[in-house]
């Protein structure tokens, strides 16, 4: 799919030096919102990026500070995993 927006010129040189430039950030906001609304996967934004691997996408993802909501609850349930698998060997 092919999104055109329309910005006038004096802004759309603010915001970037190129029309590559721009059209390269403009996915990349619309990457990162959708990844923190997680409505994309870290894989997602790898393929629509194109960017060479996980470790890329990570340090994509952490320069924009796009991190998914991480809470107590979360903690606990992944230490009760961990705790699982440890007493499963």
Known sequence: ???TIEIPDDIAHQ???TPDQLS???LESLVVEGYRHRQISTAQ???LLNLSSRLATD???KAYEAYLPYTVADLEQDLQ????AITQQ
């Open 59 to 61: 340090a994509f993802l």
């Open 45 to 47: 934004v790898q393929r």
């Open 24 to 26: 390269r950030r403009a």
């Open 1 to 3: 799919m092919q999104i």
């Open 15 to 17: 915001l970037a030096n």
């Open 81 to 84: 995993a961990i705790d699982q």
